[in-house]
């Protein structure tokens, strides 16, 4: 990961890490300690503002980020008996194509080569469903399968939340 520095003179400090396909996110820090979070979908784009948060906060989500309260396991890193492939816990949005066909019906293992190997329904899990369950939106489907199938899976679970703040026009030439 890149991180471009650059002093902004009267204001403070601001850092650009690159997070990949062009994206940037810009951490503004004022001289008075107040941190401005920003998202630049490419380098020749405006920002976009996502929060700010005063010293302490920052200092407390930085090492969460860093990992200080939860460690997760690095996919990429680690080696278990199950080759290429991992276990995953992916959203089916309401408006999947999957949404109200059984197992059977979305051909998910041929089509993608994953295994379902749960269904959590609101508090209720389904583990190893067969064919006839019926998938709906909202359910959290637990599969097995290697980087690609999980990504082509994740694809065709659909969902229109890109992610992207769109409530502040601040911070466009920040």
Known sequence: MTVYETEVPGVGKKFELEVGGGERLVVLI???GKREVYRRSDPD????KLFSVAGKQAR??????????FQPVETDEVQVPLGDAFIEWLDLHADSELAGK?????????????????VQRGDH?????????????????????????????????????????????????E
């Open 45 to 48: 784009a405006d920002s976009e």
């Open 102 to 118: 059984t197992l059977g019906e979305t051909d998910l293992r041929q089509e993608t080569g994953i295994s379902v190997l749960a």
């Open 125 to 173: 899990t389904h583990p190893n469903p067969d064919s006839a369950f019926e998938l709906a939106g909202g359910d959290v489907l637990v599969t097995l399968g290697t980087r690609e199938e999980q990504n082509s899976l994740e694809a065709m679970l659909g969902g229109s939340d890109t992610g992207d703040a769109t409530d502040s026009d601040e911070g466009q030439d």
């Open 30 to 32: 004022h001289h008075d």
């Open 60 to 69: 407390q989500l930085g090492s969460i980020i860093e990992g200080a309260f």
